[in-house]
């Protein structure tokens, strides 16, 4: 169909914001994009989106538009894996962490759910550490942790790296309260584990306002100026701020989102880890062992 690249570049467009990042989704140049752009408006004889120097906007046909080419871009995609792969079907086991399991997952279950609708994925949610000794004992396919940058050990695949930063509400006072709130995962995150050390060995004095292996509730309680707590970069919003010397606090360490694969993948399994590296951006690499101390979220 005539349309099809340019549906795919408006509808990569809606959903990185922008012509620029939509060409790196899609593969193409910028310039490309745009002229798809061009090309499907004339044929539709309508304007999609309103332009401005800092974002784009649907316009109310480009909103008509987005409804009706998402639902071809799914149909086409299935019928190609239903063509292409026939026998593409199973089930597997996915472990996440929470944060992961809330921010990341629904994406890649959603791309393997169009593409693939024979493939099953069931998730189980939990924190790395439990999530390491059910992967050991069989119970998971796949399965995503996180782990601290500097420990002996390096389990599966590194997927990407953050950092961990302390955060408070933007204009918010909460860090300046004695002893200082924090709001933080349960026991044995990494981010935990990093944000009490540091403030044991600098003497401040702290209490733990707000537990939950959610980080739903982290963000909560920052944006009503209730407490700081060490999140990763990734997570600071427009309604945050990222506290640093000047506010009393000091730097914290890095942690590695990684993959385990126990078993030789199946065709099913190899279709999830590439959604998920994907996602991630970047391919995974092999592990080295290091020196230090394993602190397994």
Same mark, same amino acid.
């Given at each position: 169909?005539?349309?099809?690249?340019?549906?795919?570049?408006?509808?990569?467009?809606?959903?990185? #914001?922008?012509?620029?990042?939509?060409?790196?989704?899609?593969?193409?140049?910028?310039?490309?994009?745009?002229?798809?752009?061009?090309?499907?408006?004339?044929?539709? %004889?309508?304007?999609?989106?309103?332009?401005?120097?800092?974002?784009?906007?649907?316009?109310?046909?480009?909103?008509?538009?987005?409804?009706?080419? $998402?639902?071809?871009?799914?149909?086409?995609? &299935?019928?190609?894996?239903?063509?292409?792969?026939?026998?593409?079907?199973?089930?597997?086991?996915?472990?996440?962490?929470?944060?992961?399991?809330? $921010?990341? /997952?629904?994406?890649?279950?959603?791309?393997?759910?169009?593409?693939?609708?024979?493939?099953?994925?069931?998730?189980?949610?939990?924190? =790395?550490?439990?999530?390491?000794? %059910?992967?050991?004992?069989?119970?998971?396919?796949?399965?995503?942790?996180?782990?601290?940058?500097?420990?002996?050990?390096?389990?599966?695949?590194?997927?990407?790296?953050?950092?961990?930063?302390?955060?408070?509400?933007?204009?918010?006072?909460?860090?300046?309260? &004695?002893? /200082?709130? /924090?709001?933080?995962?349960?026991?044995?995150?990494?981010? $935990?584990?990093?944000?009490?050390?540091?403030? &044991?060995? =600098?003497? %401040?004095?702290?209490?733990?306002?707000?537990?939950?292996?959610?980080?739903?509730?982290?963000?909560?309680? *920052?944006?009503?100026?209730?407490?700081?707590?060490?999140?990763?970069?990734?997570?600071?919003?427009?309604? @945050?701020?990222? /506290?640093?010397?000047?506010?009393?606090?000091?730097?914290?360490?890095?942690?590695?989102? $990684? @993959? *385990?694969?126990?078993?030789?993948?199946?065709?099913? !399994?190899?279709?999830?880890?590439?959604? *998920?590296?994907?996602?991630?951006? #970047?391919? !995974?690499?092999?592990?080295?062992?290091?020196?230090?101390?394993?602190?397994?979220?």
């Amino acid at each position: 169909m005539g349309l099809s690249q340019g549906k795919l570049a408006f509808v990569a467009i809606v959903d990185t #914001g922008g012509f620029g990042s939509a060409a790196k989704k899609v593969n193409r140049t910028p310039s490309a994009v745009s002229m798809q752009i061009k090309k499907l408006e004339g044929q539709l %004889r309508t304007s999609l989106f309103v332009r401005s120097s800092q974002h784009v906007a649907l316009t109310q046909s480009g909103e008509k538009l987005l409804f009706y080419a $998402r639902r071809l871009l799914a149909m086409s995609n &299935e019928v190609v894996a239903q063509l292409l792969t026939p026998d593409l079907a199973g089930l597997v086991t996915l472990g996440a962490p929470n944060d992961i399991a809330e $921010r990341t /997952l629904p994406r890649v279950l959603k791309e393997i759910d169009d593409a693939y609708p024979s493939i099953t994925v069931n998730v189980v949610v939990g924190n =790395s550490e439990t999530l390491i000794d %059910r992967a050991a004992m069989g119970q998971l396919d796949l399965t995503i942790v996180n782990f601290a940058s500097d420990s002996a050990v390096e389990p599966g695949e590194l997927l990407a790296s953050e950092q961990i930063v302390w955060v408070g509400s933007k204009g918010g006072i909460a860090y300046r309260r &004695e002893p /200082l709130p /924090l709001a933080l995962y349960g026991s044995g995150c990494i981010w $935990r584990e990093a944000a009490v050390k540091q403030l &044991e060995e =600098s003497g %401040r004095r702290y209490r733990i306002a707000y537990a939950s292996n959610h980080s739903m509730m982290q963000r909560s309680v *920052i944006g009503a100026d209730l407490a700081v707590a060490p999140l990763p970069a990734s997570y600071v919003t427009e309604d @945050m701020v990222v /506290l640093g010397k000047m506010e009393g606090f000091s730097g914290l360490p890095s942690f590695d989102i $990684r @993959m *385990i694969t126990v078993t030789e993948p199946t065709p099913p !399994m190899q279709i999830i880890i590439e959604r *998920i590296k994907a996602v991630f951006g #970047g391919d !995974m690499r092999s592990s080295l062992p290091r020196k230090t101390k394993c602190i397994p979220k």
